[in-house]
């Protein structure tokens, strides 16, 4: 079973800025797409970016200049960059992933890390 690992979220003032990890638990194959999404109370969840095959990026146009996403195609890693942080941008970030469950299956699944918090307060 492909398992995402998190980390990296905290506590930062605005203005601040913070890195998030996520690590997929593949070996032999890679994931198709990687990225986060983030839920505020009372909210839905929401995209904040993707990197697909590792190169093709896409943002929520709300963090467009502050965060940037990437990726080590290598490890199944990917990063979050957030810079310039807000108080809006509180809320539970969320590893994704697309990809297959085991080498050669052509068959793709949704895949989710267990949550980080982001609080960005004075």
């Known amino acids: 079973q492909v398992q995402l690992v998190e980390s990296g979220g905290g506590l930062v003032q605005p203005g601040g800025s913070l890195r998030l990890s996520c690590a997929a638990s593949?070996?032999?194959?890679?994931?198709?797409?990687m990225g986060w999404y983030r839920q505020a109370p009372g909210k839905q969840r929401e995209l904040v970016a993707t990197?697909?095959?590792?190169?093709?990026?896409n943002y929520a146009d709300s963090v467009k200049g502050r965060f940037t996403i990437s990726a080590d195609n290598a490890k199944n890693t990917v990063y979050l960059q957030m810079n310039s942080l807000k108080p809006e941008d509180t809320a539970v970030y969320y590893c994704?992933?697309?990809?297959?469950?085991?080498?050669?299956?052509?068959?793709?699944?949704?895949?989710w890390g267990q949550g980080t918090q982001v609080t960005v307060s004075s």
């Open positions: 994704y992933a697309n990809g297959p469950q085991f080498r050669g299956s052509s068959r793709l699944s949704d895949y």
């Open positions: 593949v070996s032999g194959f890679s994931m198709n797409a």
């Open positions: 990197i697909t095959n590792g190169a093709r990026t």
